[in-house]
C-alpha cells in the first residue's frame, strides 16, 4: 500500500470516469498524557494543514486511552486538555470538525460489525498487542481488538486521507482489509482509506535515539514547562566522538530533533558545522532549547487562552459530536441494512458517496 501523498485540490474529472470520493480527512490521537513531538511532527501539523484540503475530522481517542488510563477524573482533564492544546496548535473548528470519539457511540456498534469478519491472526500480528505482550505486560481484549476500533472510527466517516505517523501505518492495513472483506461480502459499503506520513516526521526520534514515545520515557512535550524542557534537552543521549570528527547529520537523532524546529537557515548552518566537526554536542543542545522555545511561543500564548475559557473548548467538542454523530449514524445506517440488521430499511439506506 502506498501512503497517499499530498492530496489534490480538487480536480474536474472528464463525465465518462468515475469520480474518486472526495477528499474527506480523518484522525485520532490518544489523550495519554500531553503531547509530544512525535505527536505533533508525525500527526497534529498534518491535521493543521489538511484541514484546508477537504472536509476533515479530528478526534480525541478516550475510548482507546481507557486502555491505558484507569483513574475516571484523570481521563475527563486529559481529554479537554487534549481538546485545548490542539486548538491552541492551530487546529481550527470553523474548518474541521473535533470531537471526543465517545461522543460518537455509533463508532462502538460499527466496531462489532467488523470484529465479526476480523479473522484473529490479523490482530496477533499488531505491533502495539505484540510489544505489550514481549515485555511482559498484562494485555485486554480492549488493547488486543484495538485496531477494530480504530477501523471503524476510519470506516464511519467515509475517510479518504487519514494523517499518522509511521507506527500507525500497520493499523491502517488492518482497516483496509476488514472494509475490503466487509465489502466482498455485503457490497459496496465502506471506503477504502489511506495513510498519509510526513517524510520529515514520520518517525521523530526520542532523547534516546528510539522512536518517541511515552512508554519509553524519551519524550519531549510540546508545551511542558521550559525549565524542565532544557534540562531534558541538555539530557540528550550522544556519542563519544571527539569534538574535532566530522559528523553526518542525518544519522544524528539531536540533529534530527533540531531540524524539525529550527528556521531553515540556521538548520542548514549546523548541518554544515557537523560535516565540518569542531563542535560540541552542547552547543547544538543549547541551540535546540532556544528554537524549541521560539517555534511554540505563540501556540503557548493561545493555549493560556484558551485554558481560562474552559466553556468554549466544551462547545466546540459538542459542536463537533453533534456533526459527527450524523456522519457516523449515516454510514452505520449503510452498514447494518447491507448485512440484514435493518428490517425495511434496506432499499432505503444510502449507497456510499461514488
Ligand atoms: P497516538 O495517540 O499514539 O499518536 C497520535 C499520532 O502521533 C503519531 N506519533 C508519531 N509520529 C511520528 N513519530 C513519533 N515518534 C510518533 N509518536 C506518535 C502517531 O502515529 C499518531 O498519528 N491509535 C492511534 C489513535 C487513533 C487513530 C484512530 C488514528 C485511534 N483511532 C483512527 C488515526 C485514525 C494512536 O494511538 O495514536
Given at each position: 500500500?502506498?501512503?497517499?501523498?499530498?492530496?489534490?485540490a480538487?480536480?474536474?474529472?472528464p463525465?465518462?470516469?468515475?469520480?474518486p470520493?472526495?477528499?474527506?480527512?480523518?484522525?485520532g490521537?490518544?489523550?495519554?498524557?500531553?503531547f509530544?513531538?512525535g505527536?505533533?511532527f508525525?500527526?497534529i501539523?498534518?491535521?493543521?494543514?489538511?484541514?484546508?484540503?477537504?472536509?476533515?475530522?479530528?478526534?480525541?481517542?478516550?475510548?482507546?486511552a481507557?486502555?491505558?488510563v484507569?483513574?475516571?477524573?484523570?481521563?475527563?482533564?486529559l481529554?479537554?486538555?487534549?481538546?485545548?492544546?490542539?486548538?491552541?496548535?492551530?487546529?481550527?473548528?470553523?474548518?474541521?470538525?473535533?470531537?471526543?470519539?465517545?461522543?460518537?457511540?455509533?463508532?462502538t456498534?460499527?466496531?462489532?460489525?467488523?470484529?465479526?469478519?476480523?479473522?484473529?491472526?490479523?490482530?496477533?500480528r499488531?505491533?502495539?498487542?505484540?510489544?505489550?505482550?514481549?515485555?511482559?505486560?498484562?494485555?485486554?481484549?480492549?488493547?488486543?481488538?484495538?485496531?477494530?476500533?480504530?477501523?471503524?472510527?476510519?470506516?464511519?466517516y467515509?475517510?479518504?486521507?487519514?494523517?499518522?505517523?509511521e507506527?500507525?501505518?500497520?493499523?491502517?492495513?488492518v482497516?483496509?482489509d476488514?472494509?475490503?472483506t466487509?465489502?466482498?461480502?455485503?457490497?459496496?459499503?465502506?471506503?477504502?482509506?489511506?495513510p498519509?506520513?510526513?517524510?520529515?516526521?514520520?518517525?521523530?526520534?526520542?532523547?534516546?535515539g528510539?522512536k518517541?514515545s511515552?512508554?519509553?520515557e524519551n519524550?519531549?512535550?510540546?508545551?511542558?514547562?521550559?525549565?524542565?524542557?532544557?534540562?531534558?534537552?541538555?539530557?540528550?543521549?550522544?556519542?563519544?566522538?571527539?569534538?574535532e570528527?566530522?559528523k553526518?547529520?542525518?544519522?544524528?537523532?539531536?540533529?534530527?530533533?533540531?531540524?524539525?524546529?529550527?528556521p531553515?537557515?540556521?538548520?542548514?548552518?549546523?548541518?554544515?558545522?557537523?560535516?565540518?566537526?569542531g563542535?560540541?554536542?552542547g552547543e547544538?543542545?543549547?541551540?535546540l532549547?532556544?528554537?524549541?522555545?521560539?517555534?511554540?511561543?505563540?501556540?503557548?500564548?493561545?493555549?493560556?487562552?484558551?485554558?481560562?475559557d474552559?466553556?468554549?473548548?466544551?462547545?466546540?467538542?459538542?459542536?463537533?459530536?453533534?456533526?459527527?454523530?450524523?456522519?457516523?449514524g449515516?454510514?452505520?445506517?449503510?452498514?447494518?441494512a447491507?448485512?440484514?440488521?435493518?428490517?425495511?430499511?434496506?432499499?432505503?439506506?444510502?449507497?456510499?458517496p461514488?
Amino acid at each position: 500500500m502506498t501512503p497517499e501523498p499530498a492530496p489534490p485540490a480538487a480536480a474536474k474529472q472528464p463525465a465518462t470516469e468515475k469520480a474518486p470520493p472526495p477528499t474527506r480527512v480523518l484522525s485520532g490521537i490518544q489523550p495519554t498524557g500531553r503531547f509530544h513531538w512525535g505527536n505533533y511532527f508525525g500527526a497534529i501539523r498534518q491535521y493543521i494543514e489538511l484541514q484546508t484540503a477537504g472536509e476533515a475530522y479530528y478526534f480525541i481517542a478516550d475510548l482507546h486511552a481507557l486502555t491505558t488510563v484507569r483513574e475516571p477524573a484523570r481521563l475527563r482533564s486529559l481529554v479537554h486538555a487534549a481538546a485545548v492544546d490542539l486548538v491552541a496548535l492551530g487546529l481550527d473548528p470553523a474548518r474541521a470538525t473535533l470531537f471526543v470519539q465517545s461522543d460518537v457511540p455509533e463508532v462502538t456498534e460499527l466496531t462489532w460489525l467488523l470484529m465479526t469478519v476480523c479473522p484473529m491472526g490479523l490482530l496477533e500480528r499488531c505491533h502495539a498487542y505484540k510489544d505489550k505482550k514481549s515485555r511482559g505486560l498484562a494485555a485486554d481484549a480492549g488493547l488486543f481488538t484495538y485496531p477494530v476500533l480504530m477501523s471503524a472510527d476510519i470506516l464511519a466517516y467515509d475517510a479518504t486521507v487519514v494523517p499518522v505517523g509511521e507506527d500507525q501505518v500497520q493499523h491502517i492495513e488492518v482497516c483496509r482489509d476488514l472494509a475490503g472483506t466487509f465489502n466482498h461480502l455485503y457490497g459496496e459499503v465502506f471506503t477504502l482509506p489511506k495513510p498519509r506520513l510526513v517524510e520529515s516526521g514520520a518517525r521523530v526520534p526520542g532523547t534516546d535515539g528510539q522512536k518517541m514515545s511515552k512508554s519509553y520515557e524519551n519524550t519531549i512535550d510540546v508545551f511542558e514547562d521550559l525549565a524542565a524542557q532544557k534540562k531534558k534537552i541538555m539530557r540528550i543521549t550522544t556519542d563519544s566522538r571527539p569534538l574535532e570528527e566530522p559528523k553526518n547529520p542525518d544519522d544524528d537523532h539531536l540533529f534530527a530533533l533540531y531540524a524539525l524546529v529550527a528556521p531553515e537557515a540556521d538548520r542548514l548552518r549546523m548541518a554544515e558545522l557537523y560535516r565540518r566537526g569542531g563542535f560540541g554536542y552542547g552547543e547544538v543542545k543549547k541551540a535546540l532549547v532556544e528554537a524549541a522555545a521560539n517555534f511554540f511561543a505563540a501556540a503557548r500564548g493561545r493555549r493560556a487562552e484558551l485554558e481560562a475559557d474552559p466553556a468554549r473548548i466544551e462547545a466546540i467538542l459538542a459542536d463537533g459530536a453533534a456533526r459527527a454523530r450524523r456522519q457516523a449514524g449515516a454510514v452505520l445506517a449503510r452498514a447494518k441494512a447491507a448485512c440484514g440488521l435493518s428490517r425495511g430499511v434496506a432499499a432505503a439506506a444510502p449507497r456510499r458517496p461514488a
